[in-house]
């Protein structure tokens, strides 16, 4: 009986460093997710902004029009593909730009993927110019009825497909109605704030 009594015991005593060790690595665990989502909501903005830009990215001027007609465009490089069937791209507006509403409400648009010769067009169009259409040259699309700008890598005249809420941003999806294609023109790359090109390795 004394035996069988030591083996509960026993057995109890084992049980209870078990839930001691497994509520101790609970309570590691507990800390770990605390200090990861501490440093998740604690994010800097302006440290957020920094390693974000060290992704590099091409560079886009999406433009429409006006329900009166007038030409709207601004620089992004927020644009991305996002399906092959159907056709569907994207790109984001901050909630602060002048032209958000504009985009938002317009059936169509056209996104201008730019070229390395582009540069001063792209930050022309990144300012807040009270017109920065003066002396542009543009073309009228054919499906799109929207500006697209000669010495683009590609043009993709675009249908609104849908508008997402994004925190800060807007996210508006464009199904590709049209595509214009020049070919093998070098891209314009940016990359920790300013402007580049790409370079190949040699193999």
Same mark, same amino acid.
């Given at each position: 009986m004394k035996e069988t009594g030591s083996a509960r015991n026993g057995e109890q005593a084992i049980t209870a460093r078990d839930e001691y060790r497994l509520d101790e690595s609970a309570r590691t665990d507990a800390a770990q997710d605390s200090v990861l989502e501490h440093a998740a909501t604690g994010t800097n903005v302006a440290g957020l902004r920094t390693a974000l830009g060290s992704y590099a990215t091409g560079v886009c001027i999406v433009t429409t029009t006006t329900a009166e007609g007038a030409p709207i465009g601004l620089t992004v490089n927020s644009f991305n593909s996002v399906s092959l069937e159907p056709p569907l791209v994207l790109f984001s507006l901050a909630l602060r730009a002048m032209s958000l509403p504009i985009f938002q409400q317009a059936e169509h648009f056209a996104i201008n993927l730019l070229s390395r010769k582009q540069t001063a067009l792209s930050q022309r169009f990144a300012k807040p110019l009270a017109d920065r259409w003066a002396g542009v040259a543009y073309q009228t699309g054919r499906d799109s009825g929207c500006p697209l700008l000669p010495d683009s890598l590609a043009v993709f005249e675009c249908a609104r497909h849908a508008v997402h809420e994004g925190g800060d941003h807007i996210i508006i999806v464009g199904e590709v109605r049209r595509l214009h294609w020049t070919g093998n023109a070098?891209?314009?790359?940016?990359?920790? @704030? %300013?402007? @580049?090109?790409? %370079?190949p390795e040699s193999d």
């Open positions: 070098e891209p314009l790359v940016y990359l920790r @704030g %300013q402007y @580049g090109h790409f %370079q």
